[in-house]
């Protein structure tokens, strides 16, 4: 009878390849799971990248936007103080005739031989030429007695009073001018002050 040969099996080595042989497997399925989720990242990446850009788009319209109307305005407001305003330079030039017109009617008034007749037509010519101020809202304003301001009058002088307050116009030497809202020619006047005492007069106050 033939004899049995023992043979020796490593055990440690078949599980050294047993394990080494799982461990690939292992990393193919990393490697097959990395492959799934990458896309899936890089799609959100995307897709919060075009939100952001979206938002960013739509904050710049916003912004073109609100200096479009705002230019829109702007531009009205200056077409209407164009159309307000266009003339300015002609009325300017035509209020030296009336200031002559007026002096005209004022000086034949004090004459007792005044041409009744001539004097009439300069009055009706001014008060045509008042007509067509009107029309482009052109109109003098009342200073006699108001207060002085340095916004709407031009002081030319000052005169000592007792019948007026400190500081208001007692004499209107040419009339001022509005045009709509806007000033077009300041009034020249004369601005009352308090009449200063004589010196006998202080002296006396002072020993009372």
Request: hydrophobic content about 35%; proline content about 3%; cysteine-free.
């Amino acid at each position: 009878m033939a004899k049995r040969k023992k043979i020796k099996v490593d055990t440690k080595a078949e599980e050294t390849v047993v394990e080494n042989k799982i461990d690939q497997k292992n990393d193919s399925n990393k490697e097959d799971n990395a492959e799934i989720v990458d896309p899936l990242k890089e799609m959100e990446e995307k897709l919060e990248s075009m939100e952001q850009e979206v938002k960013e788009n739509y904050d710049r319209w916003l912004r073109v936007s609100a200096d479009f109307e705002n230019y829109k305005k702007r531009a009205a407001r200056e077409m209407n103080d164009f159309r307000k305003f266009a003339n300015e330079s002609f009325v300017k030039a035509m209020l030296p005739v009336v200031d002559n017109l007026d002096r005209a009617i004022e000086s034949s008034s004090n004459e007792n031989h005044a041409d009744t007749s001539m004097l009439e037509g300069v009055n009706m010519t001014l008060k045509e030429i008042l007509k067509v101020f009107e029309q482009f809202n052109v109109k003098p304003f009342e200073s006699l007695g108001e207060t002085f301001d340095p916004s709407l009058h031009q002081a030319v002088m000052q005169e000592e009073s007792d019948a007026h307050p400190e500081n208001a116009v007692v004499k209107e030497l040419q009339k001022g001018y509005m045009m709509h809202e806007r000033l077009l020619r300041p009034a020249m006047v004369v601005v009352s002050k308090t009449k200063t005492k004589p010196e006998h007069q202080k002296n006396i106050n002072k020993e009372e």
